[in-house]
């Protein structure tokens, strides 16, 4: 096994992804969207008179890929 051989990602994307001395591909969460939508279901709990609908809320995530990771697989090949 060779270091090309391993790689990784972090997740949510936080500050320190992109500002480390090699900056690291990220999985980004919508986080406006999340806030809002738990907001929402939270008022709707809040204003329940029994009639509730629950649902099952999904956000896909983004892959956030530094420029300096662009390429990569071209560089191994």
Known sequence: ?????IA???YDDIYF????AIPL???????WE??????ELLMAEIEDDGSV???HVVFPPELV?????????ERRQ
């Not at 096994?1 to 051989?5: A, E, K, V, Y």
């Open 1 to 5: 096994m060779r270091p090309d051989d």
């Open 8 to 10: 990784l990602i972090g």
């Open 17 to 20: 992804a992109a500002s480390a």
């Open 25 to 31: 591909s990220s999985v980004r969460q919508p986080s």
């Open 34 to 39: 999340l806030g809002r939508a738990a907001t």
């Open 53 to 55: 609908e629950y649902r």
């Open 65 to 73: 890929i530094p420029e300096s990771a662009v390429g990569r697989q």
